[in-house]
């Protein structure tokens, strides 16, 4: 078996840590609107991977019970 090189994992988080902090002051009207439009992109494509896990553990519940 050949092993693959791994490649060392980015903490979870760091690219929204590194977004949210990220000095604004220099971007133009226009890079600040396509900001907003990738921003808000990702909140919909989040959402859309929330929604697919809580109907993955809705079934889950259903089929074997509530375990809280």
């Known amino acids: 078996m050949i092993e693959e090189p791994v490649e060392p994992r980015a903490f979870r988080g760091d690219a929204l840590n590194t977004a ?4 604004l002051e220099s971007y133009g009207v226009r890079e600040l609107e396509e900001r907003i439009e990738a921003l808000e992109a990702e909140v919909a494509r989040t959402k859309a991977q929330l929604s697919k896990k ?3 553990r809705a079934a889950a519940d259903a089929l074997f019970g509530r375990l809280d």
């Open 20 to 23: 949210t902090h990220e000095d």
């Open 54 to 56: 809580k109907a993955g």
